[in-house]
């Protein structure tokens, strides 16, 4: 059976492999010629534990081909970005639309188009089925995987298949029940985009949550590691961790389709949105706060450690650290000094690619990230000030 995988970004790329690999006749088309280039000469295009082995395999043993060009198939995979308009906070469904639009120039009738992109609830029937001029079934199948584990979550998470056409649904199931032995739970379209959305913004909201914590318990002068290590020894209690914000393209944003959705209601997921968002010009209140207190009066010696979203990874979008250099905009002259491991291109100003180098120019480091790297090297930090916002440092100061 031949698959159309459309998108080949952090979803659709570890997608189209997998099922690849799984056996399936699979064709990415991606509209990004450097993109679909880079792959044909035999690269991956974004670090992720387990993607290159896998990658390699399925060019070598395994039937698959990236293109830029739309295939005529029994099933296309849908996998594009769908960002939230910033004003409206209601989901942007362009890319969708588009793909769905070049699928219906190829496809020819009873194909079946697949949106795992993740879109606000009644999106598929508001803005996609009024788009269908031939006689094509629609689903919904929700991506769960997470970066950093998303190989292995590939193959055993359970998943969501929504279709309102429940023999259609069946046939959809079979295809992703040979690629996960994770449970498969069929609903309808409406109900698989709400679940979706209800996922990411039930996250969002408990790390909220552990992020007002942090700053109730740093008023006080208390340890909010403490307390949240003492409360989630109670059965029924289990507190996510405070951080210096929410980045990615998942848990920053979709809880906002909720909110441009349903604004006299989602009163709570738009506080916690807001709390999330709060947090990057917080850390920089704090450092204020430490400079102060060891007479640090130039912010040329304080310096960000980390810029991607999360630890271990090289996806940088929304991530707090741009976040907070974005707000400090409003204050400093001059930006701060900035080093990651995971990003070789220079991304933003006073960007360094050598963690030594980065380390002798600043008295305070912020940790924004915990890479392993710096993890796994603490000691190197012995003779600096250091403003930990992951908890990983004895003695440092906290959030
Ligand atoms: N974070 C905290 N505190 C925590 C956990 C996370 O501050 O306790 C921060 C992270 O540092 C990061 C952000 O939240 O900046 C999001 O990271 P994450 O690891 O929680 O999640 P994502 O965005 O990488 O992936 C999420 C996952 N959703 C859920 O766990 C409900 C994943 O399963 C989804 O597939 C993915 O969104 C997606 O694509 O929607």
Same mark, same amino acid.
């Given at each position: 059976?031949?698959?159309? %995988?459309?998108? #080949?970004?952090?979803?659709?790329?570890?997608?189209?492999?997998?099922?690849?690999?799984?056996?399936?006749?699979? /064709?990415?088309?991606?509209?990004?010629?450097?993109?679909?280039?880079?792959?044909?000469?035999?690269?991956?295009?974004?670090?992720?534990?387990?993607?290159?082995?896998?990658?390699?395999?399925? !060019?070598?043993?395994?039937?698959?081909?990236?293109?830029?060009?739309?295939?005529?198939? +029994?099933?296309?995979? /849908?996998?594009? $970005?769908? $960002?939230?308009?910033?004003?409206?906070?209601?989901?942007?469904?362009?890319?969708?639309?588009?793909?769905?639009?070049? %699928?219906?120039?190829?496809?020819?009738?009873?194909?079946?188009?697949?949106?795992?992109?993740?879109?606000? $609830?009644?999106? /598929?029937?508001?803005?996609?089925?009024?788009?269908?001029?031939?006689?094509?079934? #629609?689903?919904?199948?929700?991506?769960?995987?997470?970066?950093?584990?998303?190989?292995?979550? #590939?193959?055993?998470?359970?998943?969501?298949?929504?279709?309102?056409?429940?023999?259609?649904?069946?046939?959809?199931?079979?295809?992703?029940?040979?690629?996960? +032995?994770?449970?498969?739970?069929?609903?309808?379209?409406?109900?698989?985009?709400?679940?979706?959305?209800?996922?990411?913004?039930?996250?969002?909201?408990?790390?909220?949550?552990?992020?007002?914590?942090?700053?109730?318990?740093?008023?006080?002068?208390?340890?909010?590691?403490?307390? !949240?290590?003492?409360?989630?020894?109670?059965?029924?209690?289990?507190?996510?961790? $405070?951080?210096?914000? %929410?980045?990615?393209?998942?848990?920053?944003? +979709?809880?906002?389709?909720?909110?441009?959705?349903?604004?006299?209601?989602?009163?709570?997921?738009?506080?916690?949105?807001?709390?999330?968002?709060?947090?990057?010009?917080? @850390?920089?209140?704090?450092?204020?706060?430490?400079?102060?207190?060891?007479?640090?009066?130039?912010?040329?010696?304080?310096?960000?450690?980390?810029?991607?979203?999360?630890?271990?990874?090289?996806?940088?979008?929304?991530?707090?650290?741009?976040?907070?250099?974005?707000?400090?905009?409003?204050?400093?002259?001059?930006?701060?000094? @900035?080093?990651?491991?995971?990003?070789?291109?220079?991304?933003?100003?006073?960007?360094?690619?050598?963690?030594? +180098?980065?380390?002798?120019?600043?008295?305070?480091? /912020?940790?924004?990230?915990?890479?392993?790297?710096?993890?796994?090297? #603490?000691?190197?930090?012995?003779?600096?000030?250091?403003?930990?916002?992951?908890?990983?440092?004895?003695?440092?100061?906290?959030?």
């Amino acid at each position: 059976m031949k698959i159309n %995988v459309i998108g #080949l970004g952090y979803i659709g790329l570890p997608t189209a492999l997998t099922l690849a690999n799984a056996g399936f006749n699979v /064709i990415g088309t991606d509209y990004n010629k450097e993109l679909v280039k880079t792959l044909n000469e035999g690269k991956i295009t974004f670090k992720e534990d387990g993607l290159e082995e896998l990658f390699n395999e399925v !060019i070598n043993n395994k039937n698959i081909k990236f293109t830029t060009e739309y295939q005529d198939v +029994d099933y296309y995979i /849908i996998s594009v $970005p769908t $960002p939230y308009d910033k004003m409206s906070k209601k989901v942007d469904a362009k890319y969708v639309i588009n793909a769905v639009k070049e %699928v219906l120039n190829y496809c020819h009738e009873d194909s079946t188009i697949i949106i795992e992109s993740t879109v606000s $609830p009644g999106t /598929i029937n508001k803005k996609i089925k009024p788009l269908i001029n031939k006689k094509v079934h #629609l689903v919904h199948a929700p991506e769960r995987i997470i970066p950093g584990n998303m190989m292995y979550e #590939l193959k055993h998470n359970s998943r969501t298949i929504g279709a309102d056409e429940k023999e259609i649904g069946a046939k959809v199931k079979e295809i992703y029940q040979k690629t996960t +032995d994770g449970d498969i739970i069929l609903t309808d379209i409406k109900s698989a985009e709400m679940t979706k959305v209800v996922e990411n913004t039930f996250r969002a909201v408990n790390i909220a949550f552990a992020n007002e914590l942090a700053k109730i318990c740093s008023y006080d002068n208390l340890d909010v590691y403490e307390i !949240i290590k003492i409360c989630n020894m109670h059965p029924r209690v289990n507190i996510l961790e $405070p951080g210096p914000g %929410v980045g990615g393209h998942c848990i920053s944003v +979709d809880p906002w389709f909720l909110v441009g959705d349903y604004p006299f209601l989602a009163k709570l997921i738009n506080e916690a949105m807001n709390i999330n968002d709060s947090m990057p010009e917080y @850390v920089l209140k704090r450092a204020r706060e430490i400079m102060e207190e060891n007479n640090i009066t130039d912010f040329k010696r304080v310096g960000l450690y980390g810029i991607t979203y999360k630890e271990n990874v090289d996806d940088y979008r929304e991530s707090p650290t741009l976040q907070l250099l974005e707000a400090q905009k409003n204050h400093l002259a001059e930006p701060l000094k @900035v080093y990651d491991p995971f990003i070789k291109e220079d991304l933003v100003a006073n960007q360094y690619h050598n963690l030594k +180098d980065f380390l002798q120019d600043i008295d305070l480091v /912020i940790i924004m990230v915990k890479h392993n790297e710096i993890v796994n090297n #603490l000691d190197l930090l012995k003779d600096k000030i250091v403003l930990d916002t992951k908890n990983i440092m004895k003695g440092a100061y906290k959030l």
